[in-house]
């Protein structure tokens, strides 16, 4: 598929690169080479941009920064240095890509950057970058630069054709690299910092690493382009450079053709250049940029995901409609233009693609009931739980502390949500985590996970002080958890999404490993049947599910489940008890925090509770329970304290 | 004295650009939506003043009683559409980013990419000056920075006095209990929308009468008016005005000092700074609005 | 005063409240206890109209306010002193309380209303122009209920107004709650301090996974062995 893919691409190249001699071999305008050196170049500017920011998420307005300091690059060492031009292009991706990393480090950095903040900072980049080359005599110092014709090298005839194929050569790599980046770890880290970064990183993303490397990615590409934009334009100013248009263009390129896709900036390129070289030639210029805002707005509002998508969905028409079109214009004799033949063409395919009625089909597959059957490979293990009333036999012997906690507190401003918690977890337990309301359960959970650093006290897991590593080092270390609410990575499939814990997990593996391994985490969990669907398309209960089934995929010593059966109903609570005994079973340790006491109540092997941030009680199940303490706190008497001016109750707990 | 003359004219033309950023500030801070079609209301009300006092003879300050009722409508009926479909905070920065090349481009139809100016004879501002000792100040960069201070002063009294403005402090605070306290959120977003469009009417119109216009000038407000949104605090009214005057400051003192174009420099450095060490803005944070 | 009647609700997809009926005559406390969990807030947000009501009707003083928003349940006379408080933390004491006033009809009435506040909290009125986020637990608790208060309430829903309080504080809210009803306010209280919930309440509802599992008078509540193996979960 992968192989299958890049060799397409490697076709497409070799051919498109032929166009200077088959228009030397047909006589045909030179201005078709011109057309196509914008669409490519344009491909090229887009396509790099989308992959810092269609798949991570993070727009930037900093495009036209890199892709003119590429210009100036070029333009600076062959107009006035006198190096030779083709020296000079990978240079200028690097020197772009100098800057980008810069931005990166800042950017990054910051703690809780939303995407709308990131768009505003990238917005400085040219805003800082212009003035300084503009102020500088030796780069252009306000008169601008000349930049030299470089020598057309020998098989080819014509400047157009050399910068043509420099063109071809850059839309080239970017669009390889989207592709390949799409297909490996980076892409698929990218994909899940846009869906969910925290997520991402507790699940053992290098987030912050990843970033940068799109950045930097993004921003070579960009100088590149930049570079050879130099030699076509001839003479370059700093207005001419560092302006709105590059940003512009590149967003609504990519909305246009679809972000999500490696191929999405290519064909919007392709629409786009088309459509304003067709509103140029006919006398609609003043018209093209209300035609582009519109589709900027239109699409964001409508169709957020872009062409590319919905094409992929009803290729056949598709692909009929644009052969259609294009071969009948053309035998037809209609119309004299190529370019019209395309334009229409194009038309008629986007038609076909938004044509209401098809919808993708449904992936409602029922939920399949949890059994020994769902589950081949843990068949064994899994048959001696399965009876929902406690069966402690089955349970792995309590061994080893895995994590401990010690004198942990947490102020949130002058709130202290937990108050000096010491906790021990060893292997084998499925320790029950409750208390009321506001007693501090997720935000210890979220300490143990590392979402949360403590304000004093430490958490040592294995051995290791998870107090000051990153969270996704924290997942190496062997914690994963769950979140109350679930958070899929919406735009990856089931089985994508549990994938995503093995790639990033302590032991990672190919894709093709990660994807297999995903399946018998499924299977653990009896969603096997829904690997192919997307998040989105099934229910709470299995959303719970898949949650589980990431985490076990980064191999956990220890899982934290927070609140993962509420909102359910009664037969889904049975079932997702089976199979948080399931997992149990297979070696994990749990921390179970759940409001349903009485699936604690069964499941624990014992039972903290915590009360106002403090443990309250600690041991089995039964006896925690009828702790006077704990019915108090739960009942709203205060046993072990005396409620001021109020009578104690003596009487004996009710269990 | 060059450089005091500089810098108090620069804090004078940081009152235009805290005029500029209030209605983004607001509606940003307060409804969460980046209303780049913002700049495109400033530049429409600036050429209707342009039009109205050249070809119709009005008063340029007069031309106020049709650009901002238009303005005030502009904006409701945007952001009726940002709630009518939902758009997300990223998602109106880019639709709005499109309205404004739109508003761009339609302008620069009607009106050409020339360069437009009131004819001095038709403009009484225009060449006035208000001179203390040795310093001297144009008239119509003080009757911008006037008109901020006496917004800015409006606004908050409005924010902090009245039911309207503490039911618009307490939706931004928690909408969800605002609503339950009888706030109808939609109805208060449009009208926020609305007044943030007459802010910008206010200063599309005294940009008309204080300098030359031409449709790209909007995307020369970006940046400034961006630095002085952020710099002030989003949302924070008073933090907006001390915004607008310290980048006007910068931007004047730098201009004498080494040359105009290195403003931005200094003042998108300060901006990165400011995003890494007081991201709630340079005042401190106090009571949700200035 | 409040009749629910079949009243389903989700939280997204999934289902909170099952078919739930519970009414609250003029003049009467009525609580709703259970174990965490159960859907006690969830229920409060559905009939404030802070989360759609699915299924069902929500009768306040006689008209259906089932899945109108939460503005226009305002305006039938209910307040709400939610979980957690929620005051506004960036606004005075002072604006926090006027902006409880907010609704038409409690408007004209404000002056009344905040002395009427000041004197069951004098510590509001010390503390009127603090932030409200500088107060302390149990004085934002005071300003939560004042602000509800403002609104001149026929109808007060009460979400766990002694969440997180010291015992003392506690004894203060619960004493407040009823002299607020003795003024004519009806309040349905959401309590997980279950006995002393009942203990000023006429009638009693035990909400347990979305649905009422058991209701009475209160004192016949508080006396039934099985309620507490409800809250406490030992099937």
């Not at chain 1, 727009?59 to 690059?73: L, N």
Request: aromatic content about 6%.
């Amino acid at each position: 598929m992968s192989r299958r893919g890049l060799v397409g691409i490697g076709v497409a190249i070799l051919a498109l690169a032929a166009l200077p001699w088959v228009r030397q071999a047909f006589d045909l305008p030179i201005f078709l080479l011109a057309f196509g050196t914008l669409v490519l170049s344009w491909t090229a500017l887009a396509t790099s941009w989308n992959i810092l920011s269609g798949y991570s998420g993070y727009f930037s307005f900093g495009h036209g920064g890199f892709y003119g300091v590429g210009v100036y690059t070029t333009a600076v060492l062959t107009g006035r240095h006198g190096w030779d031009f083709l020296a000079t292009v990978p240079l200028a991706g690097a020197v772009a890509a100098v800057l980008g990393l810069l931005v990166g480090l800042v950017a990054f950095r910051l703690r809780s950057l939303r995407g709308e903040v990131f768009a505003l900072l990238t917005l400085a980049v040219p805003f800082i970058v212009a003035p300084i080359a503009r102020l500088n005599p030796s780069i252009d110092g306000g008169q601008g630069i000349t930049v030299p014709v470089p020598d057309i090298p020998e098989p080819l005839s014509t400047f157009q054709d050399l910068s043509y194929l420099l063109v071809l050569a850059i839309a080239g790599i970017a669009v390889i690299g989207a592709y390949v980046a799409q297909r490996a770890r980076l892409g698929w880290a990218l994909f899940a910092i846009r869906d969910a970064e925290g997520v991402a990183e507790g699940l053992g993303v290098p987030t912050f690493r990843s970033k940068m490397v799109a950045i930097a990615v993004t921003s070579f590409i960009a100088g590149m382009a930049g570079s050879v934009a130099a030699i076509q334009v001839g003479y370059v100013t700093v207005e001419g450079t560092f302006n709105l248009q590059v940003p512009l263009f590149v967003i609504v390129m990519s909305v246009l053709g679809g972000r999500l896709h490696w191929l999405g900036p290519a064909v919007g390129a392709l629409f786009i250049v088309t459509l304003r070289d067709r509103l140029a030639t006919s006398g609609f210029e003043g018209f093209s940029l209300i035609v582009l805002g519109a589709i900027l707005v239109l699409f964001v509002v409508l169709a957020p995901e872009g062409l590319v998508p919905r094409m992929r969905r009803r290729p056949i028409p598709v692909l009929i409609a644009f052969v259609v079109v294009f071969a009948g214009l053309w035998l037809s004799g209609q119309r004299e233009d190529p370019v019209d033949w395309l334009a229409l063409a194009l038309l008629a395919a986007a038609l076909v693609a938004f044509l209401p009625g098809i919808r993708r089909r449904g992936t409602e597959a029922a939920l399949e009931p949890v059994g020994p059957e769902a589950a081949d490979g843990e068949a064994i293990q899994a048959a001696e739980v399965l009876p929902i009333e406690p069966t402690r036999a089955s349970v792995p012997a309590v061994g080893a502390p895995i994590v401990v906690a010690t004198g942990v507190t947490k102020h949130f401003g002058g709130v202290r949500a937990l108050d000096g918690v010491s906790l021990t977890v060893h292997e084998g337990e499925l320790l029950g985590l409750v208390g009321p309301n506001g007693s501090g359960k997720t935000t210890l959970v979220n300490l143990l996970s590392g979402l949360f650093r403590p304000t004093s006290g430490t958490v040592i897991v294995r051995g290791v002080d998870i107090g000051r590593l990153a969270p996704h080092r924290i997942a190496h270390v062997g914690v994963a958890r769950t979140y109350q609410i679930p958070r899929p990575f919406a735009s990856m499939t089931v089985r994508d999404n549990v994938a995503m814990g093995i790639l990033f997990g302590r032991s990672p593996g190919g894709l093709a490993a990660a994807r297999r391994g995903a399946e018998e985490h499924l299977a653990m969990v009896g969603m096997a049947e829904l690997a192919d669907a997307l998040p989105g398309e099934i229910n709470l209960h299995e959303r719970q599910l898949l949650e589980m089934a990431r985490a076990l995929a980064t191999r956990p010593r220890v899982l934290l489940l927070d609140e993962a059966l509420a909102g359910l109903n009664p037969v889904e609570v049975d079932n997702a008890v089976a199979v948080v005994r399931r997992i149990h079973a297979s070696g994990v340790a749990i921390v179970l925090v759940e409001h349903l006491l009485r699936v604690v109540n069964q499941l624990a092997t014992r039972i903290v509770v915590l009360d106002h941030g403090r443990v309250l009680a600690q041991g089995e199940p039964a006896s925690v329970m009828a702790d006077p303490a704990v019915i108090g706190a739960y009942l709203g008497r205060r046993a072990g304290e005396g409620s001021v001016g109020k009578r104690v109750e003596e009487e004996a707990p009710g269990a | 004295m060059i450089f005091v003359q500089s810098a108090l004219t620069g804090v004078l033309v940081g009152g235009l650009y805290a005029l500029m950023a209030i209605g983004m500030s607001l509606t940003w801070g307060m409804l969460r939506v980046i209303n780049l079609a913002h700049f495109g209301l400033i530049l429409l009300s600036a050429y209707l003043t342009y039009e109205l006092a050249t070809n119709a003879g009005l008063d340029p300050l007069l031309t106020l009683v049709v650009t901002v009722p238009v303005m005030f409508l502009i904006g409701a009926a945007i952001q009726w559409g940002y709630q009518r479909f939902g758009v997300s905070e990223l998602g109106s920065l880019l639709v709005s980013f499109g309205l404004l090349i739109i508003g761009i481009q339609l302008i620069s139809n009607a009106w050409s990419a020339d360069f437009r100016r009131i004819p001095g004879d038709l403009n009484p501002y225009a060449t006035g000056s208000l001179t203390i000792g040795p310093l001297v100040f144009p008239m119509p960069t003080l009757i911008a920075s006037v008109a901020a201070g006496g917004l800015v002063v409006l606004i908050h009294l409005v924010l902090a006095r009245t039911f309207v403005g503490r039911a618009l402090r307490a939706f931004a605070e928690d909408p969800a209990i605002a609503s339950a306290f009888g706030i109808d959120h939609r109805q208060l977003g449009i009208l926020l929308a609305g007044a943030a469009g007459a802010t910008g009417a206010v200063a599309g119109t005294l940009f008309a009468i204080g300098g030359s216009l031409t449709p790209s000038t909007a995307f020369e407000w970006f940046g400034v008016v961006f630095a002085v949104v952020i710099l002030g605090g989003i949302g924070n009214v008073l933090g907006t005005l001390l915004a607008g005057a310290l980048v006007g400051g910068i931007a004047g003192v730098m201009t004498v000092a080494w040359s105009s174009v290195a403003a931005p420099v200094v003042v998108y450095s300060l901006v990165v700074l400011a995003l890494l060490f007081r991201p709630n803005g340079l005042l401190p944070r106090r009571g949700g609005h200035g | 005063m409040l009749e629910l009647r079949g009243v389903d609700v989700y939280h997204g997809e999934a289902q909170a409240i099952w078919g739930l009926e519970l009414d609250v005559a003029q003049g009467e406390i009525v609580s709703i206890v259970g174990p965490n969990g159960a859907g006690k807030t969830t229920l409060v947000h559905a009939i404030a109209g802070m989360l759609p009501v699915r299924r069902g009707s929500v009768r306040i003083g006689g008209s259906n306010v089932a899945g109108q928003p939460a503005h226009r349940v305002c305006r039938t006379g209910v307040a709400i002193v939610p979980e957690g408080r929620r005051i506004f933390p960036g606004m005075t004491v002072a604006d926090n309380l006027d902006l409880g006033a907010y609704r038409r009809d409690a408007r004209s009435s404000r002056g009344a209303s905040l002395s009427w506040v000041h004197s069951l909290f004098p510590r509001l009125r010390e503390r009127a122009d603090q932030l409200a986020g500088s107060l302390s637990g149990g004085e934002q608790q005071m300003l939560a209920i004042g602000r509800a208060l403002m609104a001149r309430p026929r109808l007060l829903l009460m979400d766990e107004p002694s969440l997180g309080l010291a015992p003392i504080v506690v004894d203060g809210v619960f004493d407040v709650i009823g002299e607020i009803n003795r003024a004519g306010v009806s309040v349905l209280l959401v309590e997980q301090n279950v006995e002393r919930a009942l203990e000023i309440s006429s009638r009693g509802y035990v909400l347990s996974e979305g649905r009422i599992s058991m209701s009475g008078a209160a004192a016949e509540l508080l006396a039934n062995a099985e309620l507490r193996r409800t809250v406490l979960g030992i099937a």
